[in-house]
C-alpha cells in the first residue's frame, strides 16, 4: 500500500496535467496553475525540513569538535543574524538585511559567477585540443566565436563578427533545435513511464 | 618539458587571466563595440512604441549575474523612459526585485520620472510561471500591493490595468528558470504579447531557436549584449567598460589554446620520432 | 483649391474569444484612414451604450474580458479623426467557454501518436521480445566509476542539480542515485550527497537508504551523507567545491538540472583527480560537462539512463517508441524544410500550435 498510493496519485495527475492542456474551460483551466501553487505550499513547508537538517548537522559537528567546527559557528551565527535582523528590522532599502545583502550575499555571489572565467580558461586550455577531425572542428568554432563576439575580434578581421554570428544563429541553432527535440521525446517518454508506474526508482524502490 | 608545459598548473593560468583583466580595467583601451542584430530587434521594438505605451519589465537575476544583467536592464529602462513609455516591473527572483528597484530608481532621477505615475515595482511572488500566469488574466489579485506595501488602487499608473492585455511589450532579464522560457511560454505562446529579453551570455545560444522563430522579439545576450545596447542608447556604461577587459580575457584563453594545441602537436612529432 | 478629405472606412467585427474557459469577446476592427483615439461603448439587450476602454491608433483588436457568458453584449466603436467622429454599425456577440482547444489540434495528434508508439513498443518488450540499444559509454563507466573510488579508499559524491523534486531531471537523477548506492553499498563505500532543495534531500535520503537496504548493508547506511546545503544557486557550488576539496571523492555523479555552476563544480571535480560523469537535460550546460567531464549523458541519453541500467524490457520498449517518434519528426523536418525551401509553408502550416 505505501508504493501503491503515490502511483495512483502519480498516474492520476499525469493523465489530468496532459488533459488540461486541451480543455480550455474551467475547471480544467485553472487544474496546471492550481497544482503548482500546491507544490509551492509543500516546497515551503519542505523548507523547514531542510533547515532543520542544515542546522542539526552543524550543531552536532560543533558538539563532537569535528574538523571545520569553526566554520559550522559561522554558519549558524550568519543564519540566525540574517532571519532575525530580516525580521526585526524589515527587507526594506536602508535595513541591516538589505546591507547584509548587498555587502555580503551580492559580492559573494559574483566573486562565485566570476570563478567561471578562470574556469573556461583552464577547461579550454586542457580540453581544446586537435586530436581528430571532430575536435579540430570545434577547436575552430571556438576560437571564431570566442574573438569574434568581442571588440577584439574586429580589430583581427572585419568579418569574424559575421562569421561567429553566422556559426551562432546556422550550425549552433541546428544543434541547439537538435538537443532540445531528443529532450522533449526523452521527456514524454520518461514521463509516460513514470504516468504508467514502469518507472518507480525515484519512490526509493525498483 | 614539453609534458610538463602540456599539464600547466592551471593557477599560472589564473594568474595570468587575473592581470591581464585587472591592467585592461585600469587601462581601458577603448575598442569599438559591433552592434548585433537580436539586440538591435530589441532596441528597435522599444523605439516603435507610441509614447505612454505601458512596457512589463521582469527582474529574474540575482546578483552573480548582475555584471551582465544590470548594465542592459538599466540601458532598457533608460530608453523607456526616454520615450516616455510607462514601466510596471516585478522580480520573478526574490533578488531580482532589489536589482530591479536600484536601476529603476537610478533612471528615475536621471528622467525625472515620478515613482507611481510613470513606473513601479510590484516586486517579488513565489511561483515563476504560476505569477506569469496570474497577472496575465488579473494583476490585482496576484499583487494586490506593490514593492513598497501600497494599494495599487492608489497608483494612477495602474489605473485601468487589470492584466497583461494594454502591455505592448514584455521584456525579461534573466538568468535562469523561471525566466525567458516561462514568458515564452505563457505571455507569448498564450496571449500572444511581444517578448524580448536581455540573457545572460552562457545561456543566449539556447534562445537563438526562439528568437528565429519570432517568439521572441529580440535578444541581448551577455555583457557584449549589454554593451551593444549602451552603444545603441549613446549612454556607455558598466558593460561598455567592461569589454576590453573581456577582450583581452578572450584573447589569453585564445592563445592558451592555440599554446596547449601547439605543445601537443610537438609532443606528438616527437613521439613518432 | 482643391480640398480633399480623406475618408476611411471603419470595419468592425464581435466573435467569441476562440479556445478559451468563456468570459471574453475579441473586438476587431480597421479604419482605413487616420484616426486620434478611439472609444469602445457595450450594452446589453434593453440597455444603453456604455464606454468600456479606449483603444490607440496602433491597436487593431481588443478583448473584453469582463463579458459574462451566454449573454448577448452589443458593441460599437467610435473614432475621433482629425475630421469629426466616425461610428460604427453595432455588432453583437456571445461569450462561452470551449471544450476544446482547436490550435492545440496537431498537438494531440502528435501526444496519442507518440503515446500510442511507446505503449506499442512496451507491449511488444513485454511479448518477449529483443529488443537493441546501443551501448552508452557514460552509463558503461558507472560501476567502474564506484569501483575505482572505493579502490583509492575515496568517497562516491553526486549531484542531483539544483532544481526541485517536480524537474523531470531531478527525478531522472534520482533513478541513477538508486543504482550508484546500490554499487557503493555493495563495495563497502559511502555516497556523499549534498543538495540544494529539501524535498530532493527527503527523496534521495529514502533513494539512499532502501539502496543499502537491498545491497544487504543497512549498517553502514548514514543518513548524515545524504544533507541539505542551500537553495543558492552559487552558496550550493560553492558548498560543494569545499566539499569536494575537503573530502577528495574518487568519483563524482553530476546528474540532473544544472545552470551556470555546471562548470564550478565540473572544474573543481577534475582538479581533485575524482572521475565524473555527468548528465543532463540542459542544452546550454552540455558544453561544460563535454569539456570537464570524463562521460557526459545528452538530453534524452540522461532520459534512459533507467532503462540503460536496469535492462527492463519495458523501459527499453518505451526507448524505442522515442526513436520511432524521433524518425517521425526527422521525416517532417526534412518534408518541411523542402517544401518550405519552394514556398510551400503547409507542413509549417500544419504544425503551428497556440
Known amino acids: 500500500m505505501k508504493r501503491q498510493i503515490p502511483l495512483i496519485i502519480t498516474s492520476i495527475v499525469g493523465v489530468v496535467m496532459v488533459v488540461q492542456y486541451f480543455i480550455p474551460r474551467q475547471p480544467f483551466a485553472g487544474l496546471f496553475d492550481t497544482f503548482n501553487r500546491w507544490f509551492l505550499i509543500i516546497a515551503v513547508f519542505a523548507l523547514l525540513l531542510g533547515l532543520m537538517n542544515l542546522v542539526r548537522l552543524h550543531v552536532q559537528k560543533l558538539r563532537r569538535r569535528k574538523e571545520g567546527w569553526g566554520y559550522s559557528i559561522i554558519l549558524l551565527c550568519g543564519l540566525v543574524a540574517t532571519i532575525l535582523t530580516g525580521a526585526v528590522w524589515g527587507i526594506g532599502t536602508g535595513s541591516p538585511f538589505d546591507y547584509i545583502f548587498v555587502n555580503m550575499q551580492q559580492p559573494m555571489g559574483a566573486t562565485m559567477f566570476a570563478l567561471l572565467a578562470f574556469f573556461i580558461a583552464s577547461a579550454s586550455f586542457r580540453a581544446f585540443r586537435a586530436r581528430n577531425v571532430d575536435a579540430t572542428l570545434l577547436l575552430i568554432a571556438a576560437v571564431v566565436v570566442m574573438l569574434g563576439r568581442v571588440p577584439i575580434g574586429s580589430l583581427i578581421w572585419n568579418k569574424l563578427p559575421t562569421v561567429a554570428e553566422w556559426i551562432m544563429f546556422y550550425p549552433n541553432m541546428a544543434g541547439q533545435r537538435a538537443i532540445m527535440i531528443g529532450i522533449a521525446l526523452g521527456t514524454v517518454s520518461y514521463s509516460l513511464r513514470v504516468i504508467l508506474g514502469i518507472e518507480r526508482t525515484y519512490l526509493g524502490g525498483e | 618539458m614539453l609534458d610538463k608545459l602540456l599539464k600547466t598548473d592551471r593557477r599560472i593560468i589564473f594568474a595570468i587571466l587575473a592581470v591581464v583583466v585587472i591592467i585592461a580595467i585600469l587601462f581601458p583601451v577603448g575598442l569599438a563595440i559591433q552592434v548585433s542584430e537580436p539586440a538591435r530587434r530589441l532596441y528597435r521594438e522599444i523605439e516603435s512604441l507610441a509614447p505612454g505605451s505601458y512596457v512589463f519589465l521582469s527582474f529574474d537575476y540575482d546578483p552573480a549575474s548582475m555584471a551582465e544583467l544590470d548594465p542592459m536592464a538599466l540601458s532598457v529602462i533608460r530608453q523607456c523612459f526616454r520615450e516616455d513609455l510607462k514601466i510596471v516591473s516585478l522580480g520573478l527572483w526574490p533578488q531580482g526585485v532589489l536589482l530591479g528597484e536600484a536601476n529603476l530608481e537610478k533612471a528615475a532621477e536621471e528622467y525625472g520620472k515620478e515613482y507611481g505615475v510613470d513606473f513601479v515595482n510590484l516586486g517579488y511572488k513565489t511561483g515563476g510561471i504560476v505569477v506569469i500566469s496570474g497577472i496575465s488574466t488579473d494583476l490585482r489579485n496576484v499583487f494586490p500591493q506593490d514593492y513598497t506595501g501600497r494599494d495599487i488602487d492608489e497608483l494612477p499608473i495602474l489605473n485601468g490595468i487589470d492584466n497583461l492585455e494594454p502591455f505592448k511589450l514584455v521584456v525579461t532579464f534573466s538568468a535562469g528558470d523561471p525566466g525567458v522560457r516561462h514568458w515564452v511560454m505563457i505571455a507569448q505562446a498564450r496571449y500572444g504579447k511581444k517578448v524580448g529579453c536581455g540573457s545572460t551570455a552562457v545561456q543566449a545560444p539556447a534562445f537563438y531557436p526562439y528568437l528565429q522563430s519570432g517568439q521572441l522579439v529580440g535578444l541581448v545576450g551577455g555583457m557584449k549584449g549589454a554593451a551593444e545596447y549602451e552603444q545603441l542608447i549613446k549612454l556607455p556604461g558598466l558593460a561598455t567598460a567592461g569589454m576590453d577587459a573581456q577582450s583581452f580575457a578572450h584573447a589569453v584563453i585564445v592563445f592558451f589554446i592555440v599554446f596547449g594545441n601547439a605543445i601537443f602537436f610537438l609532443k606528438k612529432r616527437s613521439n613518432s620520432r | 483649391m482643391l480640398v480633399l478629405f480623406i475618408i476611411g472606412s471603419l470595419s468592425i467585427s464581435a466573435q467569441d474569444t476562440p479556445n478559451d474557459a468563456g468570459g471574453s469577446i475579441t473586438l476587431g476592427f480597421s479604419y482605413t484612414a487616420p484616426f486620434v483615439s478611439g472609444e469602445v461603448m457595450r450594452k446589453e439587450d434593453g440597455g444603453e451604450f456604455e464606454k468600456i476602454a479606449t483603444v490607440s491608433p496602433s491597436d487593431t483588436h481588443w478583448i473584453d474580458n469582463s463579458a459574462k457568458d451566454g449573454v448577448k453584449y452589443y458593441y460599437q466603436l467610435i473614432l475621433t479623426t482629425e475630421e469629426g467622429v466616425v461610428t460604427s454599425e453595432p455588432v453583437s456577440a456571445v461569450s462561452s467557454p470551449q471544450w476544446f482547444h ?253
Open chain 3, 102 to 354: 482547436r490550435g492545440r489540434t496537431v498537438m494531440l495528434i502528435m501526444v496519442i501518436l507518440i503515446c500510442g508508439l511507446i505503449l506499442f513498443f512496451i507491449r511488444q518488450a513485454r511479448g518477449g521480445k529483443e529488443l537493441y540499444i546501443r551501448r552508452i559509454a557514460g552509463l558503461e563507466a558507472v560501476d567502474d566509476a564506484v569501483g575505482r573510488a572505493t579502490e583509492l579508499g575515496r568517497p562516491v559524491m553526486f549531484i542531483a542539480g539544483i532544481m526541485d523534486i517536480d524537474d523531470l531531471q531531478t527525478i531522472a537523477g534520482l533513478t541513477i542515485l538508486r543504482r550508484v548506492a546500490k554499487k557503493t553499498a555493495e563495495y563497502e563505500a559511502q555516497v556523499l550527497m549534498p543538495t540544494s532543495r529539501s524535498l530532493v534531500m527527503t527523496a534521495a535520503q529514502e533513494t539512499v537508504k532502501e539502496a543499502y537496504y537491498d545491497a544487504g548493508r543497512p549498517d553502514i547506511f548514514n543518513p548524515d551523507n545524504v544533507f541539505y546545503l542551500t537553495d543558492d544557486q552559487f552558496g550550493f557550488a560553492a558548498g560543494c567545491d569545499g566539499l569536494m576539496v575537503r573530502e577528495k571523492p574518487g568519483a563524482i555523479f553530476l546528474m540532473g538540472s544544472f545552470y551556470a555552476e555546471s562548470l564550478i563544480l565540473a572544474e573543481t571535480g577534475h582538479s581533485v583527480g575524482a572521475i565524473q560523469i555527468a548528465g543532463t537535460a540542459m542544452p546550454s550546460q552540455l558544453p561544460f560537462f563535454v569539456t570537464a567531464c570524463d562521460y557526459t549523458l545528452i538530453g534524452e541519453e540522461f532520459f534512459a539512463a533507467s532503462a540503460y541500467l536496469s535492462k527492463d524490457p519495458l523501459q527499453l520498449g518505451s526507448l524505442k517508441g522515442q526513436d520511432w517518434g524521433k524518425a517521425i519528426f526527422l521525416a517532417l523536418i526534412l518534408i518541411g524544410a523542402v517544401l518550405s525551401t519552394f514556398g510551400i509553408t503547409v507542413v509549417k502550416d500544419l504544425l503551428m500550435v497556440q
